[in-house]
Each structure stands twice: as C-alpha cells, then as structure tokens.
C-alpha cells in the first residue's frame, strides 16, 4: 500500500506491522496506527461536504457514509489537506467522487498539498478561489524518487493513470514529479493552475 503526503512523506503498508517511511530530512518515522483512527473530518453544510485533515485508509468509509445519509451532497471542498497516508484509498475516493458527478472546490484559505491536490481533481466541476494554496511534489517509495525511474516504468503507472482519467492527460501528472523533491514542495502559481486546466468552473473571488 504506497501512501503520499505533503513534506515529503511516501511508505509502504506491510501486512499488519508496516511502517511508514517519512522524508522530511528530520528522519521522523509515522506510525501505522496513523491508518487505524478516523483522522479525516468532514463537516455538511446543504448540498456541501467541507473537508480537513489527512486522508488515510479510513477516508472512504467516512465519505461513503456521509454521501448516503446525505445524497443531496454536490461540492467536495477541501480545506486544510496536507496529503495522503494511504494512496490506494484516496483514488478509491476520487473515482467515486468522479463516479457521482461531484464537484470539488478550493476556498481563499484553502491549503492542500500532495494527495490533496490529486483528489481535487476528481471534482466534475473544480472551483478555485483567488488566494488557495495548492502545493505538489515528487514522491518517493523510500529508496528512489520518481524522477528516478524512466516513464515506462510501472511505478508511474496507477498515478500516472489516474491524473490522465481526470483531466484527459498525464501532463500534469509528470509536472508533479519534477516540479519538487519528496522532501520539499512546489506552490504552484496561476499560469501552471490555467496551464494544466485544474480549474473548470471560474470563481466571483478568482482573479
């Protein structure tokens, strides 16, 4: 189970025991426990789902639920995300948020970094407004970045996949990986925002 999070953080799940690798340069090693507890938070407001926090391998449940006791739900907004713990749930989520014709959205005070970012994009219709932080990276599986591996290899693949199903191609997916290092991050500015079309819906607080 590869798992992406903001400043840097890429690991593997082995069995019950895994442990998850942290390349922030300060050698800190995060718990699996981490994957065990509810650390997402979802707040409905109407037809809104408002969204903080990781997502980790409980997200999608969390969702799940909360779309069936409110299926009037329309628009994902994210808040503060800082990535996420378990990558195999996040596009579980995304292809469901896709799936259900859901639109995401991006407040001024909006930060989200990493598997944040990657979620957003599942949104059918993508709002963001004028002063949100969207920051991405490269990742990291422990032993070699992804710029190390060649693009046919298939590493890049279920990433790779999955940014070309949401926006229609893997550029901005290779953008990503060589916009910064694992261990750092990349704040994209507005010309790369319109450049790789992460924005569908134009919003009254854009500039």
Not at 56 to 75: G, V, W
Not at 132 to 154: N, Q
Request: with cysteine.
């Amino acid at each position: 189970m590869l798992c992406k999070f903001y400043a840097g953080f890429r690991c593997f799940a082995f069995l019950a025991v895994a442990i998850s690798f942290c390349l922030t340069g300060c050698g800190t090693i995060v718990a699996t426990s981490l994957n065990l507890v509810e650390i997402t938070r979802f707040d409905v407001r109407g037809d809104e789902v408002h969204m903080f926090n990781e997502i980790n391998s409980k997200t999608y449940d969390q969702f799940l639920a909360i779309h069936r006791a409110n299926p009037n739900i329309r628009t994902v907004v994210e808040h503060d995300i800082s990535g996420s713990l378990d990558d195999d749930t996040m596009i579980k989520l995304a292809y469901y948020v896709r799936k259900n014709g859901l639109n995401t959205k991006l407040t001024a005070s909006s930060k989200v970094y990493s598997g944040g970012v990657d979620l957003f994009l599942a949104g059918v219709e993508r709002t963001i407004e004028h002063g949100a932080v969207i920051g991405v990276h490269s990742w990291s599986d422990g032993f070699k970045e992804a710029s190390d591996y060649p693009r046919s290899a298939p590493e890049h693949e279920q990433n790779r996949k999955y940014v070309e199903d949401m926006l229609g191609s893997d550029d901005f997916y290779w953008f990503t990986i060589y916009a910064a290092p694992a261990d750092s991050i990349h704040r994209m500015t507005e010309s790369e925002i319109e450049r790789f079309g992460l924005a569908t819906k134009p919003s009254a607080n854009r500039l």
